[in-house]
């Protein structure tokens, strides 16, 4: 099991409200005081995904602020699954490619989108309906058009550097890689 507390359902800021069809059926409250915190629970997520192929083809909501851990956090998963070199920020790119052994990954990043059609617009549908693991950062502004996740990351920023990161199972992949 990914080492985390269970949280009480708690109110949420309107950006991150949860479509009904959303419902979590897992919830988990990660803290970090530190960056090591961080890849911890990077590496148990990786291990979840070794352990159990069939999940590494997940979809990978990250929300939060500009600079709450996103794609530190990314980094450290991706470095826990194998990727070798260097790893990018898509923020300019909208969308960087990696490969660990058998498993494609695709890091997203829409924090320049300015309408949800965008990601139709730039063909990322065919990219989202391939086989692998999706990191989705700033979802909400490809609005309708994102496929549903399976893990939902809620990144909070805390006074003393610290983050709490809600973590949301919504489907039973997501589940599967909590438990």
């Not at 990978?60 to 070798?84: C, Y």
């Not at 399976?150 to 438990?179: C, H, I, K, M, N």
Request: glycine share 6%.
């Amino acid at each position: 099991m990914i080492a985390g507390t269970p949280a009480a359902h708690e109110s949420m800021p309107a950006e991150l409200q949860i479509d009904a069809a959303d419902t979590p059926r897992m919830q988990l409250r990660w803290h970090w005081p530190d960056e090591a915190a961080c890849a911890a629970s990077a590496a148990a997520l990786a291990a979840a995904m070794s352990a159990h192929p069939e999940n590494r083809d997940a979809t990978i909501e990250l929300h939060g602020p500009l600079g709450a851990g996103k794609t530190t956090f990314v980094r450290h998963l991706l470095r826990a699954l194998g990727v070798s070199g260097r790893i990018k920020s898509p923020t300019y790119t909208v969308v960087e490619p990696y490969r660990a052994g058998e498993l494609d990954i695709s890091h997203f990043d829409f924090y320049r989108f300015e309408d949800a059609r965008e990601l139709v617009d730039a063909g990322l549908r065919e990219t989202f309906a391939a086989p692998g693991l999706k990191l989705v950062e700033w979802p909400a502004r490809a609005g309708a058009w994102r496929p549903r996740a399976d893990l939902r990351l809620e990144f909070e920023p805390q006074a003393d550097e610290s983050r709490q990161v809600r973590v949301l199972a919504l489907t039973p992949r997501g589940e599967a890689l909590l438990a």
